[in-house]
C-alpha cells in the first residue's frame, strides 16, 4: 500500500507514475520460480503494458524475454541489447515493415492467421521457426476484455492451423510452436490449467497427423491481478502444479518431444507494483460531488475504457473514516473521464494527495493527448530507496513537433 510515500514527494509535481523496483523483482522471481520444474519455462514480457526501456532492463536480468506487436516494441527491446529469440513477435493485421524488422532482429514470429505465412515470405523470407495463434472459438469462454473467443479478431479455428502448418512444413519450415491467448485479467487458476491442456492435446494430434515436431507452446499472457481489495490473486504454484500434471499425462506419457512452455504475461509482472499519483484540484458539489484531480483518463484509461476498478488511497488521511460518496474526475471534455464513481473515500480538500494503485501495467503505455493533455512523467523508487527519472513530463513543444506550421 504505497508505504514508501512520503517527504521525498511533497514537493514533485503531479501527476506522475511511480514503479517499486523491489516488489517488481521480488514477484517476478516468485512467478518464475513457480516453474522452476520445468527448464524451458520462460515469461516474454508484454512490452506493451509497460514501455519504458528502465523496467524492460529490469525483467530482461531477472531472465525474462520480450513479447512485442509492432515496430516500435521492437525498436524498444533492441535499445536494451535485446534479439534473436529472445524476443517474440506477436502481432495481428502486421505490417510488412514490422515482420521485416522482426526478422532482421531474428525474433520469433508468431503469426495470427495463415494468410500471414505467404506474406511474410514475400516481404522478409520465412524462418526455421514459425508459431501459429490459435483460438478455440466456443471451447473457451473469454471473458470481458477479450470478449467471447469466436468474436475476437486475434488467432486460427482449429481446422485452419492443420492447414496453415502443412503450408508451412511443405515451405521449408523446420521448427513449430503453438500460441493462444483467450483471456485477460482473468483470475481463475484453473483457467491456466485448461488452456495448456488444451495447447498440449492439440501439440499431440498435430504432431500425429503432420508428422512435425513441437518446440513450444506458448501460453499467451492474461494472468490477473487482484484489482479490488475483495479479490483473491491467482497463485502460480497453484497452476504451475496443474499444467505439470498435464504436461505428464499429455506430453510425457505420450511420448512426445519436450516441449518448453512460454508465457507472454505483462500486468501480473508489473501491474501492482506501479502508482499514479495525483492532487486534488477542486472539489465541485452539483448533484454529486465531484473530486477533480490533476490527473485524467489520459494518464490512466482503463476505468474509463473498460469501467475498471483502481483503488484509491489517501495516504495523509487513511487514518479517517471513508465515509464520502465521490466521483474522483479528470479534467477532459468527456464523461467517462473519471478515475472512480460512488467511491467512499475520506473528506477531501485541495492538495490532497490520490495514490491510484496497480497501474503498473496499461497504465502510462495507454496515454494519450486528447483536449492537447500532456503524459506524465515516471519514476522508479530503486532498491536503495532512491528515486529517479525515467521518463520526463511530456511539453507543449513536444506536443507541437509535428505541426508543420
Ligand atoms: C496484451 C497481450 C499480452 C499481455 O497481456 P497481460 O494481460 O498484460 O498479461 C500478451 N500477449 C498478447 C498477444 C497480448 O496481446
Redesign the pocket.
Known amino acids: 500500500m504505497m508505504p514508501f510515500f512520503d517527504a521525498r514527494f511533497e514537493q514533485s509535481a503531479t501527476p506522475f507514475y511511480l514503479y517499486d523496483e523491489q516488489e517488481i523483482r521480488e514477484n517476478a522471481r516468485r512467478f518464475l520460480g513457480a516453474f522452476a520444474w520445468h527448464e524451458g519455462f520462460r515469461n516474454?514480457f508484454?512490452v506493451?503494458?509497460t514501455p519504458n526501456p528502465h523496467i524492460l532492463g529490469i525483467l530482461r536480468d531477472e531472465g525474462m524475454g520480450m513479447?512485442c506487436?509492432s515496430t516500435a516494441e521492437l525498436a524498444l527491446t533492441a535499445r536494451i541489447g535485446m534479439g534473436g529469440e529472445d524476443v517474440m513477435f506477436?502481432?495481428?493485421n502486421t505490417a510488412a515493415s514490422d515482420f521485416m524488422l522482426a526478422r532482421e532482429m531474428g525474433a520469433i514470429i508468431?503469426l495470427d492467421d495463415g494468410g500471414h505465412l505467404p506474406f511474410l515470405a514475400e516481404c522478409a523470407g520465412l524462418p526455421d521457426l514459425i508459431s501459429f495463434?490459435y483460438n478455440p472459438g466456443r471451447q473457451k469462454t473469454g471473458n470481458a476484455?477479450i470478449g467471447r473467443p469466436e468474436e475476437a479478431k486475434?488467432g486460427m479455428p482449429r481446422e485452419q492451423l492443420f492447414a496453415a502448418y502443412a503450408a508451412a512444413r511443405d515451405a521449408g519450415v523446420t521448427r513449430f510452436g503453438l500460441?493462444t491467448?483467450v483471456a485477460?485479467?482473468e483470475l481463475d487458476n484453473a483457467y491456466f490449467v485448461e488452456t495448456a491442456a488444451l495447447l498440449f492435446e492439440l501439440v499431440a494430434s498435430l504432431t500425429a497427423q503432420l508428422g512435425i515436431r513441437f518446440e513450444f507452446v506458448n501460453l499467451?499472457?492474461?494472468?490477473?491481478i487482484p484489482y479490488r481489495p475483495s479479490q483473491q490473486p491467482i497463485d502460480p504454484q497453484i497452476i504451475s502444479e496443474g499444467i505439470k500434471q498435464a504436461y505428464q499425462t499429455i506430453i510425457v506419457a505420450n511420448r512426445l518431444s519436450p516441449l518448453k512452455l512460454l508465457?507472454?504475461?505483462?500486468?501480473?509482472?508489473t501491474?501492482p507494483h506501479g502508482y499514479l499519483v495525483t492532487r486534488v484540484r477542486h472539489v465541485k458539489r452539483a448533484f454529486k460531488t465531484f473530486v477533480g484531480v490533476d490527473a485524467s483518463m489520459h494518464n490512466l484509461m482503463r476505468p474509463g475504457m473498460y469501467g475498471a476498478y483502481h483503488h484509491i488511497t489517501v495516504p495523509a488521511k487513511a487514518h479517517l473514516p471513508h465515509d464520502q460518496v465521490v466521483d474522483v474526475t479528470g479534467s477532459l471534455c468527456e464523461n467517462n473521464d473519471k478515475f472512480a464513481i460512488d467511491r467512499p473515500l475520506p473528506p477531501l480538500e485541495r492538495g490532497d494527495v490520490l495514490v491510484i494503485h496497480d497501474t503498473g501495467?496499461?497504465g502510462h503505455a495507454m496515454g494519450f493527448n486528447y483536449n492537447g493533455k500532456l503524459r506524465s512523467a515516471e519514476y522508479v523508487l530503486r532498491p536503495d530507496g532512491t528515486i529517479t527519472l525515467i521518463r520526463r513530463a511530456e511539453t507543449l513543444d513536444d506536443l507541437f513537433a509535428t505541426l508543420m506550421n
Open positions: 516474454y508484454a506493451k503494458a513479447d506487436s506477436t502481432s495481428n508468431n495463434r476484455i486475434f500460441h491467448m485477460s485479467n499467451g499472457g492474461g494472468l490477473g508465457m507472454e504475461c505483462g500486468r501480473y509482472v501491474g501495467a496499461h
